[in-house]
């Protein structure tokens, strides 16, 4: 219990290498986005000349899509649906051949030569091009990143550590609109777009010093045998750097250990293996694709981790942090007013990030869903209702101040919550295709939205997309009560416990049992015991931190 305790109570110090590494790649992610962002106010730099023009729509005046919204949307879709397709799959024979810390490696390279090409770019089909690139090397980072976070984290703070990446995402944003609000000074209207579109060189090249020389490889991948030959000295080397003491050191190698021999007699039993060489490896790839939807306790990963990517993007966020600027300028402010207005947007969603670097891992994943979901929703709906004011500087003041509400309501739930659930859901057997398929859900519905949502701006209007999302958040939180297991200080070994629970029984304890408790126990004050769905042998009853408390 001396170790244990100050485990609850404290990260590993060792783990500031792999954190700030998952900082510096969300930095990144963020600052590309950023790019995107700015380099849309430029459309004509790269052949749009004729997108619909600022304050043309404030709500009221709805017109019809013309041409250059649509290949707006197709050139900042690109790179999102490059992701999901190319980049997420690729992360299984990349991370199996190379490892975690490879992954990172290509995707840096990537996204250093896409945005160093995207400078030279003349036309939209050019950019689209270059930012298919892009999205792979996105799709690869996105994944490998918080797996290389989840494997090193301690269960206790697993959530804190992966926290850092939407963090920095944020941070990423809020950095880059400030370079783009420099940028903008340039008399050079073309200079302005290129320094943008290259901008996220700088990061990519410092993420790539940084795996390359200071990072380390991840133990449970060391440790499986399916990949390489296991190296269970460097693996422990590595964990008694990250860990406190040797003994937690000790421990979590004999729990990856005996975690990956249960995984291999599950394997074996579920079918014949696949045979050696590089075909057999491309077979046991799309086999472990094919077994995240047959066998039960994947499957309700999948369908749990799957379900919080969505509802980050029917969340609406990605909008803003694609198309801010369009926003605001179609809102009646200048330019110079749209990216000062995205620079804020983007420090609130830092600032607010900060709250859940601990009770992302205290009060739990479901638990800041469901307190969020709902207040996002009631901040879009007010932003809607801002455009029924005359005045454009007094209607560009209110909808900055409730989409910064907005994003402050997001930034502890649903901003860092997704990729953490993907990371940390699947066991290591599946860890790469779960969560490539939960983060191809999402960066995938991006890409959707990022085409659709410029005719959907001058279709609907302002107003009417913003109380379009307020709907999609109310169904968001529909799906997160049915469906979301919670996680919570639960090592990666003993979430097979949460997820042997079918989704019928989930759905149906949470209709008929913890609804009904939490009615009477809030709303009409009765004292009831928290009805259980778990039988917990780790834990025991009664533990705040057991799945039976969720």
């Not at 994944?143 to 989840?150: E, G, K, R, W």
């Not at 992966?162 to 920095?168: D, E, G, K, P, S």
């Not at 700088?202 to 390359?212: E, G, M, N, R």
Request: aromatic share 12%; net charge positive.
């Amino acid at each position: 219990m001396a170790v244990l305790g100050p485990e609850m109570n404290y990260p590993e110090t060792g783990m500031w290498t792999i954190i700030i590494t998952v900082s510096l790649a969300a930095f990144l992610q963020g600052h590309v986005q950023a790019s995107f962002n700015g380099a849309s106010l430029y459309a004509e730099q790269f052949g749009l000349g004729d997108i619909t023009k600022q304050g043309s729509n404030t709500g009221k005046d709805i017109e019809e899509p013309n041409q250059s919204d649509w290949k707006l949307g197709a050139a900042n879709a690109s790179p999102f649906l490059s992701a999901a397709l190319f980049g997420c799959p690729l992360v299984l024979p990349v991370n199996h051949y190379l490892g975690r810390k490879g992954g990172m490696v290509v995707a840096a390279v990537l996204i250093f030569a896409s945005s160093l090409g995207s400078a030279f770019v003349t036309s939209w089909q050019h950019l689209f091009a270059v930012r298919i690139v892009n999205g792979i090397g996105m799709g690869l980072k996105a994944v490998s990143t918080p797996i290389l976070a989840s494997e090193t984290a301690v269960g206790f703070w697993r959530g804190t550590s992966i926290l850092a990446w939407q963090l920095w995402v944020a941070a990423g944003l809020m950095i880059g609109f400030a370079f783009n609000m420099v940028f903008d000074l340039a008399a050079d209207k073309r200079l302005t777009f290129q320094l943008m579109v290259a901008a996220p060189m700088v990061p990519a090249l410092a993420l790539f010093v940084l795996v390359i020389w200071f990072c380390d490889e991840s133990p449970r991948y060391l440790m499986r045998t399916s990949s390489r030959p296991p190296d269970p000295q460097r693996a422990f080397e590595i964990l008694r750097k990250l860990r406190n003491t040797e003994l937690q050191a000790l421990r979590d190698i004999y729990l990856v250990h005996k975690s990956i021999e249960l995984e291999e007699m599950s394997t074996t039993k579920s079918g014949p293996r696949v045979m050696p060489g590089f075909l057999g490896t491309m077979a046991g790839f799309l086999r472990q694709y094919k077994q995240l939807f047959v066998e039960q306790r994947l499957r309700n990963a999948l369908i749990s981790s799957s379900t919080v990517n969505l509802a980050q993007q029917f969340s609406g966020i990605n909008i803003l942090a694609f198309y801010s600027n369009t926003v605001f300028s179609r809102a009646g402010s200048d330019n110079r007013s749209s990216m000062a207005f995205s620079l804020g947007y983007g420090a609130v969603n830092f600032i607010f990030g900060i709250p859940a670097i601990k009770t992302i891992d205290t009060l739990g994943r479901r638990k800041w869903l469901i307190l969020t979901l709902p207040v996002m929703a009631l901040f879009l709906v007010l932003a809607g209702v801002s455009f029924n004011i005359k005045n454009a500087n007094a209607r560009s003041g209110v909808l900055a101040l409730f989409l910064y509400l907005f994003s402050a309501a997001y930034s502890p739930g649903l901003g860092p919550i997704p990729f953490t659930y993907a990371s940390e859901s699947f066991p290591l057997s599946h860890r790469e295709a779960g969560a490539a398929f939960a983060i191809a859900v999402n960066l995938g519905f991006a890409g959707l939205l990022s085409i659709f949502f410029p005719s959907i701006n001058t279709s609907l209007g302002q107003d009417g997309s913003l109380y379009l999302f307020a709907g999609l958040n109310v169904l968001a939180l529909f799906l997160v009560f049915l469906l979301l297991e919670e996680t919570k200080r639960r090592s990666l070994e003993d979430l097979d416990l949460v997820f042997a629970v079918s989704k019928r029984k989930f759905m149906h304890h949470q209709v008929h049992k913890h609804l009904p408790w939490f009615i009477k126990r809030y709303f009409l004050g009765k004292k009831e015991s928290k009805p259980s769905l778990y039988t917990d042998l780790i834990w025991g009853p009664g533990n705040d931190d057991s799945p039976r408390n969720v």
